[in-house]
């Protein structure tokens, strides 16, 4: 079942144009991994999903409803879960009163166990200032896990994290698509991403293309060329 | 249009949350937020207000206490206003959205203690 879907999206900052026809599709169960070159507009498209930027033109569907000015706040009070490039949490409160806060806003049971996975009782304590760049990404995605989303857009969840963190993170993230919720992911770990991911997009010249699966998308002539080059 | 999902009837709610109902759906801050947003709005009111006193101060000479309805309602729309800012200012805007919590309410319950102020340093100023 898709979850969210966007048709045509295009998007200009001033006069550069980022976006022209841009399409994404997220289903639930799955995870869809969206890459593409710097610059390429992978984040626009992620926070144009999310309501967080409103597109110049194109169709937004999330749960079979079709959002004419769709904003952040509206969409997520309907399930969805945007983790930003950016830190998540409030730098100066303390994690677990956060995941508390989201845990109780939207009265859900968050898995235990994705939370062990995510070592979030050892951060529970402190300040997202006081943590490191691995830890807060731990942090932002536990969150995610409170919320038990309907439609999880992650940008960049991967970065900067150390291989081991890496593969908790992304087994996270396959664990929440099993559990029902269409994961989206964008990144250039493409390793972890083309493990975990069951489509992949290649977003590339303002649009872009639904390669298939992993194994498919590692065969697409173009996009091994554009894209992953010696990957 | 604005709902509040936590006022609309269980049913409603339901369709709602299922994504059955054509309702825009937003969450109603927990306690600890609004707490939170309470404080910033009167600290930025004080801001606010001092400000508009000092101006006055350079323009007149004078400290000025009561303000025109029209310059009250400027000071609390600019105190919702500035909350907005300060909120991006601390990166805090994404988890609010994820929470439910749209910017109308941000901006409401910041300038709530502003307004709140400003009546009761009008009623005081009227029956001393």
């Known amino acids: ?231 | 249009m604005f709902r509040c999902v936590r006022y609309l009837p269980m049913r409603v709610r339901r369709e709602a949350h299922a994504g059955n109902s054509n309702l825009d759906v937003y969450m109603v801050p927990d306690w600890l937020l609004i707490r939170l947003l309470l404080g910033r709005g009167l600290i930025l009111w004080l801001g606010v207000r001092l400000s508009f006193a000092l101006i006055g101060f350079a323009l007149y000479g004078h400290l000025p206490t009561a303000f025109g309805p029209m310059t009250v309602l400027f000071i609390v729309g600019l105190t919702g206003v500035l909350e907005l800012v300060d909120q991006r200012r601390r990166g805090e805007v994404d988890l609010f959205g994820n929470l439910g919590i749209s910017r109308a309410v941000v901006a409401t319950l910041a300038a709530v203690p502003a307004l709140a102020a400003e009546i009761a340093i009008s009623v005081a100023l009227r029956y001393p």
């Not at chain 1, 997220?26 to 507009?41: I, M, Y």
């Not at chain 1, 890496?166 to 770990?189: F, I, Q």
């Open chain 1, 1 to 231: 079942m898709i979850v969210l879907e966007l048709d045509s999206v295009g998007k200009s900052f001033g006069r550069r144009r980022i976006l022209t026809s841009a399409t994404l599709r997220a289903e639930a169960g799955g995870v869809t991994a969206l890459l593409g070159r710097n610059g390429t507009g992978k984040s626009t498209l992620l926070a144009i999903a999310a309501g967080v930027i409103r597109a110049d033109y194109g169709r937004i569907i999330f749960r079979d409803r079709m959002r004419e000015r769709p904003t952040h706040a509206a969409l997520a009070g309907e399930g969805l879960f945007f983790l930003p490039m950016r830190e998540l949490l409030i730098p100066t409160m303390l994690v677990g009163a956060q995941l508390d806060l989201v845990t109780r806003t939207f009265a859900t049971t968050p898995d235990g166990a994705l939370l062990d996975q995510l070592h979030i009782q050892d951060l529970r304590d402190r300040r997202p200032l006081t943590l490191s760049g691995g830890e807060r990404r731990r942090a932002d995605l536990a969150a995610a896990v409170c919320r038990t989303p309907v439609c999880l857009l992650a940008d960049e969840p991967l970065r900067d994290l150390a291989p081991l963190d890496a593969e908790c993170c992304a087994d996270v993230l396959r664990s929440l698509a099993r559990a029902g919720c269409a994961v989206v992911v964008t990144g250039h770990e493409v390793e972890p991403l083309l493990q975990v991911a069951d489509r992949v997009v290649w977003c590339t010249d303002g649009t872009t293309y639904d390669l298939g699966t992993p194994a498919s998308a590692a065969d697409h002539l173009a996009f091994r060329r554009g894209y992953l080059a010696g990957a």
